[in-house]
Each structure stands twice: as C-alpha cells, then as structure tokens.
C-alpha cells in the first residue's frame, strides 16, 4: 500500500542526499547535481501532496515549473562553471574563494 | 530744577572725573591738573548754590525731601540694592558748604603746595576726597553713605601719608585709618541690623534713611532683642560708633592729633572741615534711630567728654596746628553734645559754623606756617614758642584769624557763639528739666566753652602778638601781600564768620535783633526728626526707579517760623527763658577765658609756668594727651592685640601649618601616588589595552566566519534554518 508518507520518505532521503552532496562534493558540477536532487525532492513533495490531500491539478503545475527552473539554472549553472574552469582551469570548489573579501 | 538722580549726580561725579583725568591721564602733574581740580570743585559748588538756592530761599516746608533712586543691582525679589539721592533741607546746606569750603581749600592749596614735590598727586586725592564727601551728602541709603565714607578714609590716608620720606607721617596715616577702621566695622555690621529689621518689617531688605524712618515709625523694631538688648539699642550704638571714629570722639579721639602730619589745606579740607564732620551729619541722619534706642543720653556722654579732654590737652600744646586739632575735636564733642541733647537743629548749625571757622583757622595756620621757614633746618616752622608778633608781619592772616578764633571762643556777634550757645542752651534746658545724669554734659560743656575760649587766645597771643620769640625766624619773614589764592580764601571764609549769616539777628538771640530782616532760616528749615514726626513716612511706597517723575507735585506749604517751635506759651517762656540764662553765661565764660589769656600771656600779670608747677602731675597727663596713646599702644595693642597675634601666629605656623597643610600634602602625595596606579594599571592596561583586544577577538571570529568557502555558507545557512524550523 502506497501511502503519503512512502512518499515523502523517499523525498527526504532524496533531499538529505542533495545536501551532503553539496556538502561534501568538492566538484561543482557534483554539487549542481546535488541541487537538482533537492529540486526534484520538493517537486516529489507537491505532487504527493496534491494527490493525498487536495487532488486537484495545483500541484501538478509546481513541478513542471520546477523542471523548467531547474533546467534554467542547470544552464547558468554550468556556464559558471565553464567560465570558472577557463579562468582556474579547476572545477574544485575549494578554489571559488573570492566572496571572502 | 528738577531734581532726577540724572540731574543731581553732576555733582559728585564733576571732582570723580576731575580726579580720574588727572590720576590717569594728566600723567605728569602740572598745572593742567590742578586746573581741573578746581574747575570741577567750582561747577559742583555752581550745582550746590543752585540746590541751595532752590532749598533755602524758595523755603520749602521743613518736611520736604527728594527721594529717587535707581536699582544698582538685583539679586532676585528679596535682595534688591538701590542706591540714589535725598535731597532735604539738611542736604542742600550741607552741600553748600561742603563744595564753598572745598572750593576755596582748592584755591589756597595752590598757594600752599605750589612748591611741593607732589602738586599733582595732593590734588588728586583732594579731588576725590570732595567727590566722596558730596556723595555722602546727598546718599539716599546708608549703604551708599558707607562706600563714600570709606572712600574718604582711604584718601585720608593717602593726605596725612603726603610727606612720606617722614617716618611720622607713615605711621600717622596708619593710625588714622587703623583707628577709624574700628569705627567702621560696627557701622556695617550697624547696617547689616538695620537691613535685617526694615527686610522683616517690610519684606524687603533696604538701609535707605526712610525706609528706616519708616519702619521706625511702623514700629518694626519693636520686641526685637539681640542678646538680650533691644535691637534698636544695638544698632544706633553700632552705627553710632562709626560716628564716634570718623568724628574723633572720645574713646577713638587718638587719630586726629597725629593726621595733623599731612599738609595744611588738607588738614582744614579733611581733620577739620568736612570729613569729620561727616560722622556728626551720619549722626543727625540717624536721630531717629538714636532716639527710639534711648541713646541720646550716652551720646551727649560722649560729646560732652570729648568737648572737655580736648579742650583740656589743648591747654599744654605748643604746636600750632596741634591745638587747632585739638580744638577740632572739642568742637566735634560739641556737636555731638547737641545731638545727644536733642539740640538737633544747633548742632547742625554747629556743624556749620564750625567747617567754616575751622578751615579758616587751618588756612591761616598754613597761612603762617608756610611763611616762617628754618634757614637751619629748610623746614616750615610750627612751633608757638618760636613765634611772636607776626601780627605785623602779616596783618591780612591775623584778621581772619583773629576773627575765627572770636568765632569759635564764643563772643557775641560771631557764628560761634550762636550755634555753641544754642548747644549749651539746650543742654542747661535738659539738665533744668530733667536733671540727674543730664547735668554732667551740660557743666562739662560750660567749662570746655571757658578753656576754649582761653587755649585759642592763648594760641592767639602766643602766635601773633609779644615780642618775636625767635628775632633770626622774624627777620627773615616776609611781610604779606595781598595775594588771590593766598588772602582771598580766607577772607571770604572770614566774612562767613559772622553770625547774622546762620541766625539772622546779630546774637542769636532776641536781645539784638537785625534790623531789617528776620529769618532764621536755619531754625526755619530744619527740624528735628523727632518720634512724632516720623509717622509721615508710615504709609510711605518704596520709591522705584522710573524716567517719570511720579511724586505728587502738589506745592508743598512753605515752612513759616514759629518762634515757639511748637510749644505752648509758657513753655516757649520757659525755653527763652533758660536760653538766655545760658547765652549770659556763656558770654560771661568766654571773656573770662580770654582774659584769663590776656593776663597770662600778653599782660604777664600770671605766670603760666607757675601753674604748670604747681599742677604738675596734670601737666603731664595732658602732654601725654591722658595716656591714651600710651594705653592703646602699650595695653591694648602691644599686650592684648600683639599676645593674640602671636598666639594665632603660633597655631598658625606649629599646627595649622604642621598637621593642616603637611598631611594635607601627605595626603594628596598619597593620592597622587594612588591615581597614578590606577591610570597606569587599570586605565592604560585594561582600558586602554582592553579595547583593542576586544576588537581582535571579534575580527578573530568575523575573520572565520568569512572564509569565502561556499559549502561553509551553505552549511550556516542550513544550520540557521534548522535552527529556525525547531525554534518555531
């Protein structure tokens, strides 16, 4: 039996993943991944959500928005990164450290 | 005139500014300054004829008086000093006489100092001394009275201290100041009395002469005791004392003799004319007080003791101008006499005549004195026993002395015998009337009138008539020509020395009227402020100062004579009665004091030195002016005042100084060392030091914070919402 709260388990453990890949990738391109698993563990969320408590189509629309965002900044994302290698020629995290002055 | 404190202030401020100009900005003294000296004296005697004039033969009614005055600083509602002007009948004589007798002082003085080495300087002083006299004449308050009265004291001290390369002179001007000083502290703290009662009595502090008379007519002195003493009592006896140091009376009479050390025109301006005068007019402005405080016979006491010592130590004095002194302060015992036995209106009078005569005596003294001079020693000569027969020799100086010394010795037709014969009068009418204590004045006054009588022959014959004591003096003597500045004064102060002037019939009294006219203006114009009269000032509104002149205008009745001075017909009969009595006698008195004097001195019938023989031990006393020097020097000042200094000078330096100021420094060496610590431990270390180690620390942990690694951020930020989330 499916129930709201499989599902949510699953988007926890999807968005806990998101996080220590963020944390402890040092690859920016790993950390980029590791914010789409935290988007798509939110979208998983509103579309549980509206299936076991409102089932309308409210929240089938915040995903889509949430793919198209993510692809969006899944672009920016990466062009920062190539603009970043070209400049260090490095993808370390470790190495982005101008916002400390 | 209209009489505005505007209007009236020209007087005493024209000598202020002749005595500014010349003390600060005529530097070197020349004949500019004494020029101003005297312009300015002559334009407040224009002002005072003026006044006198307005007062006197427009015969205002006795009870006139000006009062305006202006804040001269306010502290608040409660303490307010107004100083200003009050201008009575009294005033406007006083005035009168006061700039007459400067003006021609001025005048003679530029005879008599033309040769000495400070011209300039003596006529600054005498500039401001004049200045500091009228001031004290028209002053509303007593107060204001006390600042001039001070003044003139120090400028007493600076004229006997003229000559001060002598050793005497110093210590004179010393002992005059010192001696008045006495005076003086219990007139202010006569004052600080008076000030207390008029603020409880009215609710507002003031010492002006009618709120006194006011709240003595109010009665606010009434039930208030000092240490037991009526109030009143105690104040009149303070402010009286001030008049007991100005005025040489007996028991502060000791300064006068020795401020003959200053030159000769100030002698007759300030010891004999006018300054000491002023302690007997502060005495007249106070009667009421003196009354109420049931003083009167205390005061008449005093004169009448003075009036005797000094006419009895002039007796043996062989120095000119010392028994010219003394003379001066038997005349002042005089005045005060007349106070003291309510003779108020004769002894003004007194006073009067007397500043006349008695510059004209000083003059002619400096007269005499400036033309004898020592070819041995090069010094003016003032020793009697060494003149003789200048009568011939300056025949101008000898009339007008002569005349004055019939004015003061009392012969008929002469001021003196009018104002002193109304004293004594008047003293006999008490003495007759209320008998007991009242009869020591009155005898003492008598005899005094006889001595004087026989010392100013005496100093008469001595001076100017015999054989020259000293042939090489007389030689070299020059005879006396008429000069302005030298004769003119005198003559014109002689001619005052008339009577009719003050009485308006030859004597004084009804026994040789003057034919014409009858006015006796002075008995016509000034009344005695006696109890009954006060209540006038009863409902009186404190005067303010305003531009507008707000007093009521109405013409005031002109005051009529009344030959019975209020008094019923058989009392009147009564009063005549007893004053011709004392006018015979006293007649009778001063001719035998002269012809006691002519017999002595010029007939040779009596040997003066037999009766110095034969009252030897007297003789002593006298020359040592009663051992009154003796006991202020010797008792009071080197066994009671010096013992005391130098116990006080004892605890000063062995404790005060000792444990006073030493710990005190140990103390603060304490202190010091203390607050030196704690700057450096506390202030430098952890104050100063601490600040930036506190900004270290926070730089440390802001330092970390900002490493600029994104996932640290990250972390923060999950932590912050973490934390955000459970603390909802």
Known sequence: ?101 | MDYTVGSVAPIVLLPFFAFAINAFIVKRFTKTAVGISCLAIFGSLLYSLAIFKDFVFGQYATNYYIHKVFTWFDLGPSFKLNMGIYIDNLTAVMLLMVSGCAFLIHIFSTYYMADDIRFGRFFVYMSLFTSAMLGLVVSDNLLGMFIFWEIMGFCSYSLIGHYYEKEEAGAASIKAFMTTRVGDVFFLLGIVMVWHTVARATGEGSVALVDIYKVLAMGGFDNLTLWGFPLVTCAALAIFMGTIGKSAQFPLQVWLPDAMMGPTPCSALIHAATMVAAGVFLSLRIYPLLEAGNLTTFVAYIGAITAFGAATIALVQTDLKAVLAYSTISQLGYMVLGIGVGAYNAAFMHLITHAVFKACLFLSAGSVIHSLHDHHTHAHVQEMPRMGGLRKKMPLTFLAMMCCTLAISGIPFFSGFVSKDRILGDALLRALDDGGALWGPAVLGFVAAFLTAFYMFRMMFLTFFGNPKDQELYDHTHVEKLSWNRNVPLLVLTLFTLGFWYSGSFTGQKLVKFPVIKKEWFQTLIEKPEKSKLGRFKDLKRQEWSSVDNRDKTPLPKSSYDPNHGLSEERAHHVHHVHHIGAILSIIIAFSGVGLAYLMYVAGKLNPSWWVNKLSGWYKALQNKYYFDDFYIKGVIQKGLLKLNNLLAAFDMGIFDRFAIDGWKTINEWAFRLSGKFDDEVIDKAGVGGGPLVVKGFNVILRTLQSGKVQFYFIVIIVVLVSYIFSI
């Not at chain 1, 999807?14 to 690859?27: H, P």
């Not at chain 1, 692809?71 to 970043?84: H, K, N």
């Open chain 1, 1 to 101: 039996m499916i129930t709201l709260s499989s599902y949510l388990v699953i988007s926890t453990i999807l968005f806990l993943a998101g996080i220590v890949v963020m944390i402890a990738r040092k690859n920016i391109v790993a950390i980029l991944l590791g914010i789409e698993l935290i988007l798509n563990a939110s979208a998983l969320n509103f579309v549980a959500y509206t299936k076991f408590v409102n089932q309308n189509l409210d929240g089938h629309i915040f995903p889509l928005f949430i793919i198209i965002v993510a692809a969006a900044e899944a672009a920016v994302g990466l062009a920062i990164v190539i603009r970043f290698y070209q400049i260090r020629e490095s993808i370390h995290i470790d190495d982005a450290t101008q916002l400390q002055s």
